[in-house]
């Protein structure tokens, strides 16, 4: 292998594909087999993080990121210049295997950029890894992307390797997709989501039947919107969200805060922040959706089509529904108790099993880890204190800001600084 | 008056199971339950050493078993924490599970339950960043060979993980602080002491141990690590959550920042 060549060829694949914040290795349940090499963790791995804190689990390079689309937001289109590179199979096989002998990742994670056909390039992807799986005898992760506009059979060979496979929506209005990336359709990025979800079902309920049906895909399929790049509001991404969540089964639809990669009048300058705190904010909501029982209506509406910046979505939709407030933590039902401020699903659990036993006042409650801070405002507890002011919402707001710090404060705070 | 005991035993888990099986079964009124290389009598106690039988740790472990799956992962991983006097918490913890009709349910409003379940979530944390960071390097005898120096005794926890998932080459993990390890010879997980002339760190030197392409895969693995990095996002507070510094030393993608 020749090393240097290597080097110079992963710098420029891996730098290119850290755009794509998927990094999850969770959700297969694939097993070492005939003494090989590998087994999925089922809840996944990260092996480190970058500086910017975000987890690397997997080994995740472009096959090539020669590509002939020209869509605005993507830093390897056809009009930038960038140096160009291009990695054989093996290489991608021998840097895979290798790097997972040493435990430095749990599998793989291919992307590429389009050369030639979509088909000509989901070949490739799906020959990497039928050769980990066939001739490595490989039982790591492998996530694989499903290039928009690859065929249907192309698409089931892929699910026959991967653990998952994902398209990236990346612009979340089809409008905002006219404007962003003229060349690509719609329907494109649709068709493969369509088989792969198809062939899961298809494949689940055989394994009803058949016990040792192959694994089709075990962890699903997941998809990715840019945040911040062609002006849509919270309630646009949250809806689309639901609606892949909903209509693709997607285990995971990812947010990303859009990082300004080229000079371009449809899109963000080169040097703007990157909107981390409204990122964060989405995956708060995401979360509500998916763990907290919360419908996407009940928090983005046309009355709210945006998230609260100061506040976290739980809290902002309690202020606005303080009819339901307060629950007491010693009666109420699980869903009710999920949807306290400050109350984590944790804490739910905890205090479902500790009330079974004695009736848990403030000082319980605190050592469980319910945020008190902002929960005290929304419950009764087994204890003569609690709030029986009748304050309104923008009264709690202003109690629960004030005695709180919040790592984002600085970047949404009016609050003159009298020192700088 | 009932006097009270000391029991002393091995320091080995069966010890500690046997020790709390005799508790039950003689009715002893229990002090402490001490290592036998740590022990401290007391004024007021007797002190009785434990035999580790293993039939009647089995007896323990099978009883806090058929309570909760749970609460006997919660033993045996807040045990492994080694933390000073765990073994008295875990006494009162079995009596008060024993007690239950059902274990199901822990009470987590209790002083005893939480601890241990902290404990036991310590630990567990600690098994996982090991999963994750042994960062094994190839010898030239062809054994992947890693140092770890993890906060509690992580060994029994992550041997299944990794004899499951490298079942095709020989490894060795070696814990620097405890001074053991296990090595995988392609079909057991044996416990191995050894006399290791110096600690591997990821240094920046060679050390003619390893495979001149053991470097080479090193210097890729740091190259994706940098080129993975957005540097419009950088957070370093976050990034040190994740991977506190004490763990940097043995991480080949961190030898530049050691």
């Not at chain 1, 649709?190 to 079902?201: D, G």
């Not at chain 1, 080229?262 to 409204?278: E, Q, Y």
């Not at chain 2, 009883?63 to 492994?80: C, D, E, P, Q, T």
């Amino acid at each position: 292998m020749n090393f240097d060549r290597i080097r110079e060829k992963l710098n420029i694949l891996a730098d290119a594909a850290k755009y794509d914040v998927s990094c999850a290795s969770s959700g297969s349940n694939r097993t070492n087999k005939a003494k090989g090499l590998g087994n999925a963790s089922k809840m996944g791995i990260c092996h480190t993080y970058t500086a910017d804190g975000r987890c690397v689990s997997l080994l995740k390079i472009l096959l090539t990121n020669h590509c002939i689309f020209d869509c605005a937001y993507c830093v390897t289109r056809k009009s930038n210049d960038v140096p160009r590179a291009a990695f054989k199979v093996q290489e991608v096989v021998d840097l895979t295997i290798n790097f997972y002998r040493r435990n430095y990742i749990e599998g793989l994670f291919l992307s590429s950029g389009i050369f030639k056909s979509p088909n000509h390039t989901m070949e490739r992807l799906v020959a990497v890894a039928k050769k980990l799986r066939e001739e490595e005898n490989f039982n790591g992760y492998i996530h694989l992307k499903s290039i928009p506009g690859a065929s249907d059979e192309l698409m089931y060979e892929a699910g026959l390797y991967a653990d998952r496979l994902s398209v990236n929506i990346e612009v979340p209005t089809i409008s905002g997709l006219k404007l962003l990336a003229p060349d690509k359709k719609h329907e494109d990025f649709i068709k493969p989501m369509e088989k792969v979800k198809n062939e899961i079902v298809r494949y689940q309920s055989e394994r009803k039947t058949i016990k040792n049906t192959p694994k089709y895909a075990p962890a699903g399929q997941s998809t990715q919107m840019i945040v911040g790049a062609s002006g849509e509001s919270d309630k646009d991404i949250m809806y689309s969200a639901t609606h892949y969540y909903k209509t693709y089964n997607m285990k995971r639809v990812y947010y990303s805060g859009y990082v300004p990669v080229t000079h371009d009048s449809r899109l963000p300058a080169i040097g703007s922040a990157v909107p981390m705190l409204r990122e964060n904010r989405l995956y708060q909501t995401d979360w509500l959706m998916r763990f907290y029982g919360f419908s996407v209506g009940e928090l983005l509406n046309s009355q709210h089509p945006n998230l609260d910046m100061d506040v976290d979505p739980k809290l902002s939709w309690a202020l606005r529904n303080l009819q339901y407030f307060p629950v007491n933590v010693n009666t109420a039902e699980k869903h009710l108790l999920a949807r306290i401020p400050g109350v984590g699903m944790r804490s739910v659990h905890k205090i479902m099993m500790a009330r079974k036993y004695r009736n848990l006042n403030w000082d319980h409650l605190k050592k469980i880890g319910v945020a008190l801070n902002r929960a005290q405002f929304f419950m009764v507890c087994d204890s003569s204190y609690w709030e029986r002011r009748d304050l309104d919402a923008d009264k709690i707001k202003g109690m629960i800001l004030q005695n709180s710090s919040g790592k984002f404060r600085g970047q949404y705070s009016t609050q003159l600084s009298l020192f700088n | 008056m009932n006097t009270s005991t000391t029991l002393v035993y091995d320091g080995s888990f069966n010890g500690f199971l046997t020790a709390v099986f005799m508790a039950f079964d003689e009715k002893i009124n229990v002090a402490d339950i001490q290592k036998n290389n740590q022990t401290q009598s007391g004024l007021f106690s007797d002190t009785e050493t434990v035999f580790t039988h293993v039939e009647k740790a089995k007896r323990v472990w099978n009883g806090i078993r058929n309570k909760s799956h749970n609460a006997i992962s919660n033993v045996y991983f807040a045990f492994l924490s080694e933390s000073e006097g765990v073994e008295m918490i875990l006494y009162s913890y079995i009596q008060k599970l024993m007690r239950t009709n059902n274990g199901k349910y822990l009470d987590y409003a209790d002083p005893t339950v939480l601890h241990i379940a902290q404990l036991s979530k310590k630990v567990g944390r600690e098994k996982h960043r090991m999963e994750a960071f042994v960062r094994f390097q190839l010898t030239k005898d062809g054994i992947y060979f890693a140092n770890i120096e993890p906060d509690f005794d992580m060994l029994p926890l992550i041997s299944k993980h990794f004899r499951d998932r490298y079942a095709d080459q020989k490894w060795l993990i070696y814990d620097v602080k405890r001074k053991y390890g296990i090595y995988y010879d392609l079909n057991h997980v044996e416990m191995v002491s050894l006399n290791l002339k110096d600690i591997h760190h990821n240094k920046m030197t060679k050390n003619d141990a390893f495979t001149s392409e053991e470097y080479e895969y090193q210097t890729l693995w740091n190259d994706y690590f940098k080129s993975t990095n957005i540097a419009s996002r950088i957070n370093p507070k976050l990034h040190k959550q994740h991977v506190p510094k004490r763990y940097w030393k043995y991480l080949s993608e961190k030898k530049e920042a050691v």
